[in-house]
């Protein structure tokens, strides 16, 4: 049963913790991140190569490479706490039955030598055991008509599609087991803009009429927008701001994300585009103040101490600009991820 607190909320994350063991040292990719997604809704996360995303799409997901150093915190999925799982139970209870992922390079993720009818019907048939596989070729209909795929594609295999249509294939698998939360990572980043916008079409579609929730990981800043309720962004393993996509879009908080915003054309407006000056730093060994604060132009002596996070309205914003004006700080990954302790 769903604990009261947590009734409205597809996903609950909080202080979410994956560090990877490398030779070199220890990479805190992502570094106690805590957030909250409603139902029927989308989050955008955004940042820089190597902020984090993907990492914690992988986190969210339990698709884990076998380096992991450190892996803690909780996440809640439809108000199921689903890290004190083991193993076994969290495929078979969680994965691809609550939530399920588009990965990066989805259109390769397909198996070149079966047809996309057995692909699509997989999960189905290993997490219902109950369901047939006359029930599930149906399902398999309806999903390809939903997503866009022609009914003639069911029978051919990857190779004979084209990239945007491979892409819809891959989303259908991740919709067929009719999860609360779906996990997108890059999922039109090897694809040309008109077909970006009808997977984005799909994408709208699903979670209207099929109300499901999306985290939505990419660095296309403006084509996200199309989907976003909520923009999370990152950077160097940790959320530097949380906001309505209204708000954020309109006016970001964080220096880090004015500047993001400022690097992103324009389609009306003479500005000219501005770029973030220096690299992120390096995981393995992070600054210990903000990591941020190398690069940015408003940093001063009290940034070399690591901010909390304040609240300002109904947005978060981990930087010390923020003090005077904050709401309040926030001192708990509940609070952070907007839930009652």
């Not at 954020?248 to 993001?260: G, I, S, T």
Request: hydrophobic share 40%; net charge negative.
């Amino acid at each position: 049963m769903a604990s009261p607190d947590l009734k409205d909320k597809a996903l609950v994350v909080e202080d979410l913790v994956l560090y990877f063991k490398l030779t070199h040292g220890i990479v805190q990719a992502v570094d106690h991140v805590s957030f909250s997604l409603d139902k029927n809704r989308a989050v955008v996360v955004i940042g820089e190569s190597g902020c984090g995303k993907t990492s914690m799409g992988k986190a969210l997901t339990r698709l884990l490479p076998r380096n992991v150093s450190r892996y803690s915190g909780k996440v809640y999925i439809d108000g199921v706490e689903t890290m004190s799982m083991d193993d076994e139970t969290y495929r078979r209870e969680v994965r691809w039955v609550k939530i399920s992922q588009v990965p990066q390079a989805a259109m390769n993720a397909l198996n070149p030598v079966l047809k996309l009818k057995d692909q699509v019907m997989e999960p189905l048939l290993l997490h219902y055991r109950n369901v047939s596989e006359e029930e599930a070729l149906e399902q398999v209909h309806e999903v390809f008509d939903f997503v866009g795929v022609p009914d003639a594609f069911i029978e051919r295999y990857p190779f004979e599609l084209s990239g945007g249509m491979r892409q819809r294939v891959v989303i259908a698998m991740a919709l067929i087991t009719r999860p609360s939360v779906i996990v997108l990572d890059e999922p039109t980043s090897a694809l040309d803009v008109l077909t970006q916008a009808n997977i984005y079409n799909v994408l709208k579609r699903i979670k209207w009429e099929k109300g499901t929730s999306f985290v939505l990981i990419t660095h296309d800043v403006a084509t996200s927008s199309e989907l976003a309720d909520d923009v999370l962004v990152m950077y160097a393993g940790h959320m530097m701001e949380h906001s309505s996509a209204k708000e954020f879009f309109d006016e970001p908080l964080h220096p880090y994300a004015k500047m993001l915003m400022a690097a992103v054309p324009k389609l009306y407006g003479d500005e000219d585009l501005q770029f973030i000056p220096g690299k992120p730093p390096s995981l393995l060994n992070p600054p210990t103040g903000c990591r941020f604060a190398d690069r940015c132009p408003f940093a001063t002596e009290k940034c070399k101490t690591e901010p909390p996070t304040f609240r300002v309205g109904d947005r978060f914003v981990k930087c010390w600009l923020y003090e005077k004006d904050a709401d309040e700080i926030v001192n708990s990954p509940q609070e952070l991820a907007g839930v009652q302790e």
